[in-house]
């Protein structure tokens, strides 16, 4: 009988006094050891983190995400490692999920992804949602790369496993990651493509939509570069000309289909363009195309809402303005079994029951 392998939780923290005790209290009875590396917290973090653990280091920040998790992984020392954010949770049903899942980590696993669950709706629905290598086996001595939006270069064989980890940020957006891009700028260090798309992201994150652009086409013109990236980076380029030059707009968004089968994203995009435009029947097109497409098999970013509760709320809308009563109703009822307490939700049940009653 194997012995069954330990669990190492590494994490980098900074002023996390606010979401720390959420996240350890989550976690702290499925994992065999706790590392927590501080990069400079000025407030009750490393406080909060001793109720855990002792295993608590000083890591001099120096503008590099990557440096300060290898740092954390060189402290481990139980067989696998787990990382989280201190805004990450584990609920309930994925406490199970990750219980079991410790069970197959037998040393024959290199890496285990997990789904990582960016944002819910208001009915608690997920949102936005990608996977990300989130476990690994330690002598397998796997790296972080990258000063922002670092990622963890893996190998060997892997696990895709339902546990998923659920992000519940409670801090307002910063300019952090963008000071640190242009930071690279400045000092003219070299730009990988990844961090030529994520300088992007930030810059158009920060309202810098020229500049934004820039960097997108910058990163398109290469000829390498993950297709679901390439794909994002036309749907950004979109939005960064949305009311500034709708004909770009409608350009980019039908150039995601030079990469991959239409995209539920993008065809709610497109929809969204033509009902600006009033032409409600081309919308009413790509609108009940999501309904034929199968969710990409992809590590990738997928925006669940355009393939469920979106769409219906916008059909409904089409459909009424069309004179099609019975089928703008009957999407009424598939939103409002998805999203109940959504605002158009509400305010078309207000509409639909009035409607009903003259």
């Known amino acids: 009988m194997s012995i069954p392998s330990e669990l190492s939780l590494c994490m980098i923290v900074r002023d996390e006094e606010e979401v720390l005790e959420r996240c350890l209290r989550s976690i702290h009875d499925l994992v ?5 590396v501080d990069t400079g917290s000025t407030d009750r973090t490393k406080q909060i983190a001793k109720s855990f653990t002792d295993s608590i280091y000083d890591f001099e920040w120096m503008d590099d995400f990557a440096a300060a998790r290898n740092y954390s992984f060189s402290q481990a020392t139980k067989d696998y490692i787990l990382w989280l954010d ?6 309930d049903s994925d406490r199970k999920a990750l219980r079991e899942l410790k069970k197959q980590l037998d040393g024959t696993i290199d890496r285990v992804t997990m789904p990582y669950h960016l944002t819910t709706d208001q009915s608690g629905n997920v949102s936005y949602s990608l996977r990300r290598n989130r476990i690994v086996r330690r002598d397998a001595g796997f790296l972080w790369y990258g000063k922002v939006h670092e990622y963890l270069e893996v190998s060997g064989a892997g696990l895709d496993s339902h546990a998923a980890i659920t992000h519940k940020s409670e801090k307002p957006p910063s300019s952090r990651n963008l000071q640190i891009y242009l930071g690279m700028q400045a000092k003219q260090e070299p730009f990988t493509l990844r961090d030529t798309l994520y300088f992007a992201n930030e810059l158009m994150y920060n309202n810098r939509k020229e500049e934004a652009i820039t960097q997108f086409e910058k990163f398109l013109s290469s000829e390498e570069g993950w297709l679901e990236d390439k794909i994002t980076a036309c749907l950004h380029i979109a939005n960064c000309y949305k009311g500034i030059d709708e004909t770009k707009r409608l350009c980019y968004l039908f150039k995601t289909f030079q990469y991959d089968v239409p995209r539920a994203e993008a065809c709610n995009e497109l929809a969204q363009l033509f009902i600006e435009k009033d032409e409600l029947e081309k919308a009413v097109f790509w609108l009940e ?9 992809t590590m990738g970013i997928v925006n669940q809402s355009t393939r469920t509760w979106m769409p219906c709320i916008q ?4 459909y009424d303005r069309l004179g099609q009563f019975d089928k703008a109703y009957q999407q009424h009822l598939k939103a409002k079994k998805l999203v109940p307490t959504h605002p158009s939700v509400l305010f078309n049940d207000a509409y639909f029951s009035q409607r009903v009653s003259h």
């Open 32 to 36: 065999d050891e706790i590392i927590i």
């Open 86 to 91: 201190a805004d990450d949770v584990l609920l």
């Open 289 to 297: 195309l999501v309904y034929s497409l199968d969710q990409p098999k």
């Open 315 to 318: 059909l409904t809308y089409c």
